[in-house]
T-cell receptor, first 113, second 114 residues
Framework: AQSVTQLDSHVSVSEGTPVLLRCNYSSSYSPSLFWYVQHPNKGLQLLLKYTSAATLVKGINGFEAEFKKSETSFHLTKPSAHMSDAAEYFCVVGGGSNYKLTFGKGTLLTVNP | DAGVIQSPRHEVTEMGQEVTLRCKPISGHNSLFWYRQTMMRGLELLIYFNNNVPIDDSGMPEDRFSAKMPNASFSTLKIQPSEPRDSAVYFC????????????FGSGTRLTVV
């Protein structure tokens, strides 16, 4: 069994300030973890993925996430927000022989000028 | 590669009509998924195909929904008859393997049933 909890439904930051989107997961086996981004009226785009290699994962557009097994967390960060980062972000867990990916409910990121 | 291609992008139909959504996965991907996204329920997996064979359709809401994958490059999701509560964005996604290395999503079909 697997589940994922995104701790904030909405995060608001100012342009140029750091971004932190929080995600906790639960999994019966060694998980694969992903972050997807969805811009308004668009499909979901893969930002980054963790599949048991390095615990600090770098993705596109300056985002990165750190896998912390002891905390069962996979938080998404970016040092400096850009207006184009405004979107909804989904934390996703999968892995093992389970083909299903389990999506979190999403975090809406607002970037203020 | 053009990615996962879905058509139409938008569909408005009257209650009771048949609706067919189409998907072309990435060439070489052997896993295909149909998802539905609504504000209330988020992203829900409807059905999963592996090598063109339906493996898990437990997420299909009811008999009004059906999905086919006649070959490796094409899949359809059909709703007959459609109801207003079917209004949602329907996404198709494909993956190289079924072992959760991430999916590539299409741009979705926004369905409105009036």
């Amino acid at each position: 069994a697997q589940s994922v909890t995104q701790l904030d439904s909405h995060v608001s930051v100012s342009e140029g300030t750091p971004v932190l989107l929080r995600c906790n997961y639960s999994s019966s086996y060694s998980p694969s973890l992903f972050w997807y981004v969805q811009h308004p009226n668009k499909g979901l785009q893969l930002l980054l993925k963790y599949t048991s290699a390095a615990t600090l994962v770098k993705g596109i557009n300056g985002f990165e996430a750190e896998f912390k097994k002891s905390e069962t967390s996979f938080h998404l960060t970016k040092p400096s927000a850009h207006m184009s980062d405004a979107a909804e972000y989904f934390c996703v867990v999968g892995g093992g022989s389970n083909y299903k990916l389990t999506f979190g409910k999403g975090t809406l990121l607002t970037v203020n000028p | 590669d053009a990615g996962v291609i879905q058509s139409p992008r938008h569909e408005v139909t009257e209650m009771g009509q048949e609706v067919t959504l189409r998907c072309k996965p990435i060439s070489g991907h052997n896993s295909l998924f149909w998802y539905r996204q609504t504000m209330m329920r988020g992203l829900e997996l409807l059905i999963y195909f592996n090598n063109n064979v339906p493996i898990d359709d437990s997420g299909m809401p009811e008999d009004r929904f059906s999905a086919k994958m006649p070959n490796a490059s094409f899949s359809t999701l059909k709703i007959q008859p459609s109801e207003p509560r079917d209004s949602a964005v329907y996404f198709c996604a494909s993956s190289l393997t079924a072992n959760s290395y991430g999916y590539t999503f299409g741009s979705g079909t926004r369905l409105t049933v009036v």
